[in-house]
């Protein structure tokens, strides 16, 4: 079934086949993470998590910029108001909500594609480690800035470990490090460097085949599985992923794969752009 698009204020959201295209668009900003921001997102990724016949999320940012990272006007607000006894801060209120946005994304059923044209700082950065494929162009610029500002990259910090490892994260967190996007490809936060504009197509269009055939379900349930197999031990795991291989080959996806093959034809589920 597919679902209506939500209705969002500083993200643009175009849908074309089983892409939905996310365009951050809050240039009075810089495209920060303010509570438009974080709620814009949180609708799109309920239409993802409920839409079937979406395969893919393309991220990315209008005006020049990626995401500038937190913000700061409604930090500094928040750091001069009385916490009363009992109440909880809502420094670390909102703190805690951005992680679980962080986590959302990460886990999101959709193939994640993030376009950094543009400053991608502190949760932009952060944003981007949550992508499952991050595309760089020379504009793009990372920074964990955080610790410039006397805070630390505390609900990122899980993210960025994970896409670039401590070393790199180390690195550039303590000493706020900016990287291009071509910086950025060498240390493995993106995937692909693109020189120009038609680089760009190129490598999206390659991309968006790519995912066109893999069955979305199946894509799914990699994903799932990929964070699993860090978390678990590896005896509970084995027990996990035989069940997972078995209900998918199983499914319609695997019924339907297989015969595709043995037809020597494409699956249903296949797209071309």
Known sequence: MTATLPATTVIQVERKGSRLYATINDPS????????????LNAILALAEQDRTLRTLILQGANGAFCAGADLKGTNKQQGAAVGAGDEDPLEASNRAGGELFARLNECPLTVIAVVDGPAF??????????????TTPR???????????????QIAP???NRIGPRHARRLGLAGTR?????????GLSDFYCADEAA????????????GRCA?????ETKRLFRLCHAMPLEEY???AAKSFATCARGAEGQEGVRAFAEKRPAAWVEKL
Not at 122 to 135: P, R, S, T, W
Not at 179 to 187: D, K, V
Not at 216 to 220: C, Q, T
Request: charged residues 15%; negative net charge.
């Open 29 to 40: 900003t810089r495209n920060a993470m303010t509570q438009a921001l974080t709620t814009d």
């Open 122 to 135: 502190g949760g932009g950065f952060g944003m981007a480690c949550c992508a499952d494929i991050v595309i």
């Open 140 to 154: 793009a610029r990372f920074a964990l800035s955080e610790t410039g500002l006397g805070i630390a990259p505390a």
């Open 159 to 161: 993210f960025v470990v």
């Open 179 to 187: 990287l291009n996007g071509e910086q950025a490809a060498e240390i």
């Open 200 to 211: 760009l197509n190129e490598t999206l269009t390659s991309l968006l085949n790519d995912i």
């Open 216 to 220: 979305p379900g199946a894509n799914a």
């Open 238 to 240: 084995r027990k996990v």
